[in-house]
């Protein structure tokens, strides 16, 4: 299959640029996120309130198990590549694109988000060793890392779709 994964952190960019990438490359865009939010007819933050982190790790293996649409970009949570069995799905079923932001930055975009509950439950602290932990996982599963330190939402976009192009051949 020939789907465009955007991975990476809590605020890396994921949802803002897949969206725009999307327009670019004339695509269908799909958040995760928001698919859950329409699936299940609940806030994030509600689901891991009144179910759990667990419950919802399982609606997202759930979401790439049974997706079925090709040709497309799917912007994850920044959870996802916490399962071996959602990293194979999605390297196995596409082009997988980490954005990978410096922690510094990512902090001043999420800190005071409200509807991101892993954030509202956890310091500053606990949110860098996240980072860190989940670092590895993110290098593994994608095909392209993509810096996005100095560039703006446009620049990367404009680079995710030449790099994608590149890695396909045309
Ligand atoms: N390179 C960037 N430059 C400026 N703002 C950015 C950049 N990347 C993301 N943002 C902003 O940071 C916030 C979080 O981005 P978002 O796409 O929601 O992250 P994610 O989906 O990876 O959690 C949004 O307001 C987005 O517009
Ligand atoms: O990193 C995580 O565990 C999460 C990231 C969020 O998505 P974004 O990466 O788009 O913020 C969302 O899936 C949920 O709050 C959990
Ligand atoms: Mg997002």
Known sequence: MNRIYMIGFMGCGKSAVGRRLSFLLKLPFYDMDKEIVRQTGKTIPEIFEEHGEEYFRELETKFLQNFKNDHCIISTGGGVTMRKANQKIMRN??????????????????????????VRQSTREEIEELHKARYRDYKQTAHITIRTEFRTLRQITQYAAFQVKRLKGE
Not at 100 to 107: G, T, V, Y
């Open 93 to 118: 079923t596409g082009l997988v694109l980490f954005l990978d932001a410096p922690f510094r930055e990512i902090w001043r975009r999420i800190h005071r988000d409200p509807n991101r509950p892993i």
